[in-house]
Nanobody
Framework: QVRLVESGGGLVQAGGSLILSCGAS????????MGWFRQAPGKEREFVAG????????IYADSVKGRFTISRDNAKNTVYLQMNSLKPEDTAVYYC?????????????????WGQGTQVTVSS
């Protein structure tokens, strides 16, 4: 079993920046691709960004392209999400996810491990 713990959420003004971190523990040898999802009140959970094990392949949702950057440090079993130029519509609970397969996919049901989430609130 893989345990994922997110940190770094908080309240920020529009135009500001935040860095989210997600540390993996447990059966980390089974972790391959990692990603970030978010869920706003009353909405479905949606894909934000994903990264392959090597970091050589990244995918972003159109809504965050050019503003968010995903990266990982495999020595620390940690994935990061640098969020710049934040907008009020970025307000959501952000979840870290991991899967045993190398492919980065955008469908929620394709990810086997999830963190508890961290709240990001962007004020206008």
């Amino acid at each position: 079993q893989v345990r994922l713990v997110e940190s770094g959420g908080g309240l920020v003004q529009a135009g500001g920046s935040l860095i989210l971190s997600c540390g993996a523990s447990g059966r980390t040898f089974s972790v391959n691709a990692m990603g970030w999802f978010r869920q706003a009140p009353g909405k479905e959970r949606e894909f934000v960004a994903g990264i392959s094990w090597s970091g050589g392949s990244t995918i972003y949702a159109d809504s965050v392209k050019g503003r968010f950057t995903i990266s990982r440090d495999n020595a620390k079993n940690t994935v990061y999400l640098q969020m710049n130029s934040l907008k009020p519509e970025d307000t959501a609970v952000y979840y870290c996810a991991a899967r045993a397969s190398p492919e980065v996919v955008t469908t929620t049901h394709s990810w086997g491990s999830w963190g508890q989430g961290t709240q990001v609130t962007v004020s206008s």
